[in-house]
């Protein structure tokens, strides 16, 4: 006769786990340092359980959704509002103003380095064309961190 085992499902899943791992989840996305995160004490090890955490990323709050995918402590996570990296939009932005205005342009945005926002959040950018200073205000989109622009009318100095 041939003995069996068995493997217990967890109960739930525990706060330490969900925030190590969307610590490194966040780092890696996001190309920084590991951020402190928060979580329920304990999760429900339920597929289909949800719960929110936040982490502070550059100062400020960022919600994390969580899904339960697994009995055996198996979750899913996104943000709950966009991230934006503001060294990859400054790129995303410079490359396509360089197509409206068909020549090189230098761009900084003033915005911290990762950018947490809902849809509708502007902040603005400077936009060099050859000598000629523009402003920019830039608009986040989407969740995903989708961005659209508007080129202010180009003002003389007095």
């Known amino acids: 006769m041939l003995g069996g085992c068995s493997i217990k499902a967890r109960d739930t899943v525990?706060?330490?786990?969900?925030?190590?791992?969307?610590?490194?989840?966040?780092a890696m996305s996001y190309h920084i340092p590991k951020p402190p995160v928060?979580?329920?004490?304990?999760?429900?090890?339920?597929?289909?359980?949800?719960?929110?955490?936040?982490?502070?990323?550059?100062?400020?709050?960022?919600?994390?959704?969580?899904?339960v995918t697994g009995t055996r402590g198996q979750v899913e996570v996104k943000p709950a509002t966009a991230v934006v990296a503001t060294k990859a939009a400054e790129a995303d932005l410079a490359k396509r103003l360089k197509k409206?205005?068909?020549?090189?342009?230098?761009?900084?945005?003033?915005?911290?380095?990762?950018?947490?926002?809902t849809p509708g959040r502007t902040f603005g950018c400077t936009v060099?064309?050859?000598?000629?200073?523009?402003?920019?205000?830039?608009?986040?989109?989407?969740?995903?961190?989708?961005?659209?622009?508007?080129?202010?009318?180009?003002?003389r100095a007095k």
């Open 14 to 26: 525990s706060a330490a786990s969900l925030e190590a791992d969307i610590a490194g989840q966040l």
């Open 38 to 67: 928060n979580c329920p004490r304990s999760v429900p090890a339920q597929v289909g359980s949800t719960f929110t955490c936040t982490a502070t990323v550059d100062s400020q709050s960022l919600k994390v959704n969580g899904k």
């Open 100 to 117: 409206t205005f068909d020549q090189a342009v230098r761009l900084k945005c003033q915005a911290p380095a990762l950018l947490v926002a």
């Open 128 to 155: 060099m064309v050859g000598t000629i200073k523009r402003q920019l205000v830039v608009s986040v989109t989407g969740h995903s961190g989708a961005l659209s622009y508007r080129v202010l009318p180009y003002k």
